[in-house]
């Protein structure tokens, strides 16, 4: 039998395996016919034993508490299968096989949210299998988390691969959150919750106070807001976006002061976004004394500096108003503009004067432009000529404005009409067209859709990619039937699918399924037309047979989901 030195410890057996043994002598003396290694094993195979032969039993950890009910009602049977299916497949992407079958990893949240807008919840057996895919695509975490409900949450505590779901879940729906020892049911609950959950918790509760109460919410918020984190104070304003107020403004105002640059940032644009507000007239104060209405009055119809008379001027009798916009920028970027959200140092690139006229623009409430330029309506105002090359950065501002707040009159005027290219040798059509997704973000879903077509029908889908992905899913037509029109042209002149591989995707996820059938007849394969690609029919066959068969798994996923 193998017996170690009487001064053999633990320590020194393991120093002699790990060294080695032709490195360190081992504290064993081994069996005859027994080599150094073997004896070492064997030995700390012994000690092994006799350590833990020596423990005393512990009682044992308390075992996790039950897991909370969710009320929610079960999926269907079909709907079950298919969430395994689609769990099971979500590594798709770059599997072998065949180009033309659907790729399931792209329906998955396309399931998910319709899984929520029907209210379901998710099986316990299929739980955990959930929160790996949420683990490992952040696109999913929203809508997975919000279909796990509150076992999610009871789950993620124990498995630290999962600690994800504890973390920040703004714009998650707040009800799938419980409170740590139960659900938090009164006023004292509520308070406790707020001061000893998760932030995750905390955030939810925030958002369902907020929702429930807008004022109660805030109170909640200004208990502690002076404990609390930076960036959790920046998560926590930011939640007050969607159900902001004008009885908000005093706790915005005080935030302006706040040690954080990007909390006091976010609470510029949260009070930029009340017209009402000091912080609003005061930028509206200092936009004034930066553009202006220039007029002139000019006899016989001329313009003040001859030629045709000026964009936008108004005739009466015989003579004619050449109006034109003024702009003279800020000289500098005083404390009280930094106070407001000014920020001091442009971009690299940027000049200080334009990028300070800029934010000041785009705080400034749009409904008081009409009243400085003389009652003139919102596309009068934007054709309006712009003096000394400031057209760009005005029109910028103003479509930053029109997004931030949500007027649809002024994005409407800022886009113009679709059949107009996006980029022409005027001055006006960049600055409008820096970014139209976010300018057509804030116009009706119908309107946008119809948008949308007539800028695909008049300039094709090359430059429309980043526009289709703000339109409403499903696509209205006549969006769609522009999309599938504009991909048969494409297949008619011989290309190749590769280069509208971004579109064909936007086309299988946001495609009316009805349109499954109408499209059935673009899967054969085309004949080569005189300067087409070699092989192009195949690929676009392959291409438009995944998109059917996309739309028609679309199609049977709803219906499944459909309640009885």
């Known amino acids: 039998m193998t017996t170690t030195t009487p001064t053999a410890s633990w320590d020194d057996l393991v120093a002699a395996a790990l060294l080695g043994t032709e490195r360190r002598t081992p504290p064993v003396a081994p069996r005859p016919g027994q080599d150094a290694p073997s004896a070492l094993l064997d030995a700390a195979a012994l000690s092994t034993v006799r350590r833990r032969a020596g423990l005393r039993p512990a009682p044992a950890r308390p075992g996790p508490g039950r897991a909370p009910e969710d009320p929610r009602p079960a999926l269907t049977a079909a709907a079950r299968s298919r ?33 929520n807008h029907h209210g379901y919840r998710v099986p316990d057996a299929l739980l955990p299998a959930l929160l790996d895919a949420a ?40 009800t799938a959150l419980p409170e740590p020892s139960g659900a938090a049911t009164g006023p004292d609950d509520e308070q406790r919750l707020w001061e000893e959950g998760l932030f995750a918790e905390r955030v939810s509760l925030l958002a369902a106070a907020r929702h429930r109460d807008p004022a109660a919410g805030l109170a909640l918020l200004s208990g502690t807001w002076s404990t609390e984190r930076a960036e959790d104070r920046l998560m926590f304003l930011d939640s007050l976006r969607d159900d902001l107020s004008p009885s908000d403004e005093p706790f915005l105002e005080q935030a302006l002061s706040d040690r954080s640059r990007n909390v006091r940032a976010t609470a510029a644009e949260l009070l ?13 104060e200092r936009s004034r004394g930066c553009v202006s209405l220039t007029t002139d009055e000019v006899p016989g119809g001329e313009s003040a500096t001859g030629g045709e008379p000026a964009t936008g001027g108004l005739t009466a009798d015989k003579s004619t108003a050449a109006a034109w916009i003024t702009v003279r920028p800020p000289d500098e970027c005083d404390s009280g503009m930094q106070r407001d959200g000014i920020v001091p140092k442009p971009p690299s690139g940027r000049g200080e004067r334009s990028w300070w006229l800029g934010q000041l623009v785009e705080a400034t409430p749009l409904d008081r432009w009409s009243a400085w330029f003389g009652g003139r309506g919102v596309a009068e105002i934007v054709a309006l000529p712009v003096a000394d090359g400031w057209q760009a950065d005005l029109h910028a501002a103003w479509c930053r404005a ?62 429309a990619f980043r526009l289709l992905g703000v339109c409403t899913v499903p696509w209205a037509e006549p969006l769609g039937r522009a999309v599938a029109d504009a991909l048969d042209i494409a297949r008619d002149a011989g290309s190749y699918p590769w280069s509208f591989s971004g579109v064909m995707g936007l086309a299988e996820r946001c495609l009316d399924p009805a349109q499954a059938d109408r499209l059935e007849v673009l899967t054969a394969i085309p004949d080569e037309s005189e ?24 199609a049977a996923m709803q219906a499944e989901l459909e309640p009885a």
């Open 135 to 174: 683990r490992a695509r952040t696109d999913l975490r929203p809508e997975a988390l919000t279909l796990g409900g509150p076992r999610a949450l009871w789950l993620a505590r124990l498995n630290p691969d999962w600690k994800f779901a504890l973390r920040g879940t703004a714009g998650r729906a707040p």
């Open 272 to 284: 930029s976004a009340l017209p009402g507000s000091a912080l609003a007239a005061r930028m509206a």
């Open 402 to 463: 029109a997004v931030r707040q949500r007027s649809a009159e002024w994005c409407r005027a800022l886009l113009g009409t679709p059949a107009v290219a996006p980029v022409t040798a005027g001055e006006a059509a960049p600055a409008a067209w820096r970014d139209p997704a976010k300018l057509l973000s804030a116009l009706p879903a119908r309107e946008r859709a119809e948008w949308v077509a007539e800028f695909i029908a008049s300039h094709g889908l090359s430059d």
């Open 531 to 554: 300067g087409a690609a070699p092989g192009a029919g195949g690929y676009w066959a392959e291409a438009f047979q995944r998109l059917v068969g996309t739309l028609r798994l679309r």
């Open 83 to 115: 969430l395994a299916m689609l769990l099971a497949d979500r590594s798709a992407p770059g599997r072998g096989g065949p180009r033309s079958a659907p790729d399931l990893a792209e329906l998955l949240p396309q399931w998910l949210a319709l899984a």
